[in-house]
């Protein structure tokens, strides 16, 4: 069911995105050669323990995953691009990071996602990096009042196709609010003025992520982590965002 939020319930979810901005922000700072990903999975457990917020993820049990998830932080590292489960890593010069978070604050979620490289890096993770980051953007500018889903679609599609990208549908955006993944399923390639009209109070994630030579992918034995079926490196970027009368208004963004 979809659900749309009034002007004052977006304004309550903007704690939950002003937390978990943070809470990304801290964790990619603190990504460091040498930095277990289990100590940056304790970062992420420790705010949300100080400010009274509560996990999306810990006992997170979708049907695709083996067990419930039992941390509160996705740690991609380098051909992982999704649902990176922490584990007993250092991070190595030049690997590339990408972290997912979501968070519920007074019983409203958001949801965010940013990749980093650690250490030095290489031209080809800075320009995919670059190229999801601007799917983003285009995908949030199209997210507005009297559009279609497909819009939002359409626009993430366009940036990573015209740097030669292909592009997996199998995961995507989605409506956020109460809980973390709700409808609609928004992909990341589509054609612009079909589906969903968009319409002021739909809170979406909107989240394109690619991979650099491939759009297939596997399950890691872990049963959680999402991989390229050829070994290319992925990048993930996410923001959750209201659509208003006045266009669209990122919930997470960071400072």
């Known amino acids: 069911m979809i659900e749309l939020r009034t002007p004052t319930e977006i304004d309550e979810m903007r704690p939950a995105g002003a937390f978990v901005a943070s809470v990304l922000q801290a964790t990619a700072a603190a990504a460091k050669v040498g930095v277990n990903l289990l100590a940056l999975d304790k970062l992420a457990h420790d705010m ?3 400010a009274g917020a509560e996990s999306c993820y810990i006992d997170y049990h979708p049907s695709f995953g083996a067990s419930p998830f039992g941390k509160v932080l996705c740690t991609s590292v380098n051909d992982a691009v999704l649902h990176g489960l922490p584990r007993d890593y250092v991070l190595r ?11 519920s604050v ?3 979620v958001t949801d965010s996602a940013i990749s980093v490289v650690v250490g030095t890096p290489r031209d080809e993770d800075l320009r995919l990096i670059d190229t999801t980051t601007r799917a983003l953007d285009a995908g949030i500018a199209a997210a507005q009042p009297g559009g279609r ?16 990208l292909s592009i997996n549908t199998d995961f995507g955006g989605h409506g956020v609010g109460r809980t ?9 390639n589509g054609r612009g003025g079909r589906g969903l009209p968009l319409k002021p109070g739909l809170v979406i994630a909107i989240e394109p992520w690619f991979l650099l030579t491939t759009d ?3 399950t890691d034995p872990d049963g959680w982590t999402l991989r390229s079926a ?3 490196r992925g990048a993930h970027m996410e923001h959750t965002v209201a659509i208003t009368e006045a266009g669209p208004v990122v ?3 960071r400072s």
């Open 216 to 218: 297939k992918i596997f």
């Open 93 to 103: 010069d030049g690997d590339l990071l990408s972290l997912d978070f979501a968070a």
């Open 48 to 50: 949300i323990r100080r």
């Open 180 to 188: 973390m993944h709700g409808d609609p399923h928004i992909p990341n």
């Open 149 to 164: 889903l497909g819009d939002i679609s359409a626009a993430i599609a366009a940036v990573a196709l015209a740097e030669g």
């Open 106 to 108: 007074d019983g409203w």
């Open 251 to 253: 919930l997470t963004a």
């Open 230 to 232: 050829d070994g290319s």
